[in-house]
């Protein structure tokens, strides 16, 4: 069966490493002898415009039943500097036309009216998020963008002065329809604010839980503008922060002329190829450092249910040396890991069950506060590691590739 880059539409993208067959990672077991799907996670490239993706992704009617995530729950400490960009706009009035797609639970679009913005629309295929935004007061539209949508938009509210896009483009199989459908809704001149999660970071790091079923696009900078030029839109700026590891943030102007570019791949693909060949030595590492760990100080448990952490520890293998997870999310609590069936308790677990190492599974702007949190699990000689990249606490044999 043939494949298609999800960017280039260039045939059969060259697969790079082979995860396994995994579970779900964001539907948590009910009980430890629940059934599961499982589909392979396999990391590919595309040798015509070097985007690094998932071949054959989970479709999304299996991805998306019973999913439930609002944007509002997770901290995201880069908003204010995103807001300040858009505010830096001298061509943004406050009554400019602004358009978020995926704009979940409106939150964002809460923020700028808050700024006096007054004419901010949602696009959101999620009806629980839908719902929440309108609560907000924000006008939020269900569907997804594609361009019949994108044109029908353009109708009723008008062509866009400003598009944003955060977290979203990392999920869409068909980037050349999202371009169409960013065509449809942008004025001459618009500007298009985008935040993906930075492979470029991953790449270096190394960050392998950074690959699971729901980014089916991993974007470097070369990528990111490649993907962007080819829609029409000039970046004018980018810059990274961290949130859930490290993103990047680009800022860009649209033309309604646009040509096909292509992006010298020497260094990106030598960069893939590290990180692929980098696999498996980092994989047996991480498994004899917990192996250390575990006869040195004693049971190791993880901090944080989340999809990253699930998908290092299904991806390496390492149930087996862990004796749970915790996580302050209550509805998490009593259910299971998918692919490990690892228990969920509460985080009061560290110190009631003799735990000596707990490895932070969270993200490195939360590290922090969870560590302030557990005063009573430290006065026990416990011990917190990191396993999710940018960290000031990650083993010593986690070293950039």
């Keep these: 069966m043939n494949h298609f880059c999800h960017l280039c539409a260039r045939p059969n993208p060259e697969p790079l490493i082979d995860f396994g067959s995994h579970p779900i990672a964001h539907q948590l077991l009910m009980n430890p002898t629940q059934a599961e799907y499982t589909h392979p996670v396999i990391l590919g490239f595309c040798e015509g415009c070097g985007l690094a993706q998932l071949i054959d992704p989970i479709p999304a009617e299996k991805l998306y039943t019973n999913y439930h995530f609002l944007s509002s729950w997770k901290w995201n400490p880069h908003v204010p500097r995103l807001l300040k960009m858009i505010e830096d706009l001298s061509d943004v009035k406050k009554d400019s036309t602004i358009l978020e797609v995926g704009s979940n639970d409106g939150s964002f679009l809460a923020d700028l009216v808050k700024r006096g913005y007054s004419n901010v629309h949602g696009l959101e295929p999620a009806g629980d998020a839908v719902a929440a935004a309108e609560q907000r007061g924000v006008k939020t539209r269900r569907g997804y963008f594609t361009p019949r949508v994108a044109q029908e938009l353009a109708a009723t509210i008008g062509p866009c002065d400003l598009l944003i896009s955060r977290q979203v483009l990392e999920h869409v199989t068909n980037l050349q329809e999202f371009a169409t459908a960013m065509r449809a809704i942008l004025r001459p001149g618009a500007h298009v604010l985008v935040e ?148 969920i308790l509460p985080s009061h677990a560290l110190t009631r069950h003799g735990i000596a190492v707990c490895l932070l599974a969270v993200n490195a702007e939360n590290e922090d506060k969870v560590i302030g949190n557990h005063k009573h699990f430290l006065e026990r000689d416990g011990r917190f590691v990191s396993v999710h990249p940018p960290s000031s606490r990650l083993p010593a044999f986690w070293k950039p590739i």
């Design 196 to 343: 993906v999660p930075n492979f470029g970071f991953n790449l270096q790091a190394p960050d392998y839980s950074a690959i699971w079923e729901e980014h089916v696009n991993h974007f470097t900078l070369a990528t990111l503008s490649r993907f962007l030029l080819d829609t029409g839109i000039e970046v004018l700026q980018s810059e990274t922060a961290v949130f859930s590891g490290d993103i990047l943030i680009a800022l860009g102007r649209y033309s309604d002329t646009h040509a096909k570019t292509t992006t010298p791949l020497t260094e990106t693909r030598r960069k893939t190829l590290a990180y692929r060949d980098h696999w498996p030595n980092f994989r047996k590492a991480l498994v004899d450092y917990l192996t250390e760990q575990k006869i040195t100080f004693g049971k190791i448990a993880v901090y944080g249910a989340g999809c990253r952490s699930c998908c290092l520890i299904n991806y390496a293998g390492l149930g087996a040396q862990l004796e749970f997870v915790v996580d302050d999310q209550p509805e998490k609590h009593g259910k299971f890991m998918p692919g490990s069936r690892l228990p």
